[in-house]
Each structure stands twice: as structure tokens, then as C-alpha cells.
């Protein structure tokens, strides 16, 4: 099944407007506690929207003792990497409503066009792979020197979109799925926890090319990122 097409439509402006409108699952509602949370998706005017939404899924911290939806920590850690610089999804609406349903979250997003997550890249050559590892790198490191820690590390969370067919230009590196993303005190406890994550699963670079990673991403947290070239 393809995702609900409206090629004219307006997009919505409120909540109601987003949480009704047609959109096929992508992720089926997944049940905890006593809560949910799924993603939709749909095209509006040729563009491609993705709906996160959520039913008392919440989290809790000194400021929301109580708990709010993790939609709207979502979309803060967004905000916070757009300040650094880094690509992420671009966020088209957030809300949260309590009704007699529950807690109600909402966050939506544009689909980020021409990116692949880097679990779907393969038969890349040698110079290829070395020039991925240093964008990836570098974009990590900018990330961690910021004291954020992703926590959810993975080649399906890293999205990939060279601006011309892999051309010399390098390779544009997304981070996606920030609804863990967290701030420890120590920057190298998050960068140590995501690099081991990737490393652990990834199959993409041999030891030659994750070593050129990490040089990248040593530069990043010294304030020097870009210095590398493949």
C-alpha cells in the first residue's frame, strides 16, 4: 500500500487537523504501559510528511515531574542539532492535548528527500567509503563535542544524500529518531557510548576506514571539524 496521496491539499495549521488526516502507518502503534506511539506518512503536494503520533507515551524529569509526551522532547532535540548546524528532519508541527483519551502527542515531519540510511548503502568504493566515514564522523563528533548523546547509534539512524551522484562534493550526513537523544555531563561518555553502538553493528568500513572515522571525529570534538580530506 502506498502512502495517502493529496495533491492539492493545504497542510493542516492545527491539531486536529494533522491527527485526522489520512496517512498509512509505517509503524504500527507500539503499546507500553499504558500508552502508544506510531508514524504515519503521506504525500501532500508531492512532498512527503511523516506523523508521529502518541497516546500517554510520556516521559518524566524534574521540570515535567508528571510526565510529557516524548513527542515534544523529540521535537527539542531536534531544534537543539538544527543550532549546531546538523541535518535533521525538518519539523512542520508539534503539539501535545490532553483529552478524555489521554495524553496527546503530535509531531510532524518533512521527509528528508534523496537520503538513504546508511545500513541501505553498499557496493560503495574504497574512496567512497573513506569519504562517507569522515562525514560521518565529523558530523558525530560536532554532535557529541555539544555534550548530546543520540543513544539510539544505529547505520538505520544515520541518513546519507550526496548533492550530486557521488561526486567529488561530500556526502550530506542526517541524524534521525532523536526521541532518546540525552546530555551527560562528560562529552566523551556520549561519544563513547554512540561510536561503540555503530561500531558494534555496523558492516559497512573495515578497520582502515572506521580508524579515518574516528580521526574525523577526534577533529569535530577539538572545534576542527572539515580539516579532513579523502
Known amino acids: 500500500m502506498s502512502a495517502p496521496s493529496l495533491p492539492t491539499a493545504q497542510l493542516p495549521d492545527?491539531?486536529?487537523?494533522?491527527w485526522s488526516l489520512p496517512a498509512e502507518w509505517i509503524e504500527e502503534p507500539n503499546v507500553r504501559?499504558?500508552?502508544w506511539s506510531g508514524m504515519a506518512t503521506?504525500?501532500?503536494?508531492?512532498?512527503r510528511y511523516f506523523i508521529k503520533?502518541?497516546?500517554n507515551h510520556c516521559y518524566r524529569s524534574l521540570a515535567h515531574p508528571?510526565?510529557?509526551?516524548?513527542?515534544?522532547?523529540?521535537?527539542a532535540n531536534i531544534c537543539r542539532l538544527q543550532t549546531l548546524g546538523?541535518?535533521?528532519?525538518e519539523p512542520v508541527f508539534h503539539a501535545s492535548r490532553k483529552t478524555e483519551e489521554g495524553f496527546l502527542g503530535l509531531l510532524v515531519t518533512r521527509d528528508l528527500s534523496g537520503f538513504k540510511a546508511l545500513d541501505d548503502l553498499h557496493d560503495l568504493t574504497p574512496a567512497v567509503k573513506l569519504q562517507l566515514a569522515a562525514a560521518v564522523g565529523s558530523a558525530a563528533g560536532c554532535m557529541h563535542r555539544a555534550h548530546?548523546?543520540?543513544s539510539c547509534f544505529y547505520g538505520k539512524h544515520i541518513m546519507v544524500r550526496w548533492p550530486e551522484q557521488h561526486a567529488d562534493s561530500a556526502p550530506e550526513v542526517a541524524f534521525i529518531d532523536l526521541e532518546k537523544l540525552r546530555r551527560p555531563p562528560l562529552p566523551w561518555r556520549a561519544a563513547a557510548h554512540d561510536l561503540s553502538q555503530l561500531r558494534r553493528h555496523q558492516q559497512l568500513w573495515n578497520e582502515t576506514e572506521w580508524a579515518h572515522l574516528l580521526a574525523a571525529h577526534r577533529a569535530a570534538m577539538a572545534g576542527q571539524a572539515g580539516i579532513l580530506r579523502t
Open 14 to 18: 492545527d491539531f486536529a487537523g494533522w
Open 33 to 35: 504501559r499504558a500508552g
Open 42 to 47: 503521506c504525500h501532500i503536494n508531492g512532498a
Open 53 to 55: 503520533k502518541q497516546c
Open 66 to 75: 508528571f510526565g510529557r509526551p516524548t513527542t515534544e522532547r523529540e521535537y
Open 86 to 89: 546538523l541535518r535533521v528532519p
Open 148 to 150: 548530546l548523546q543520540h
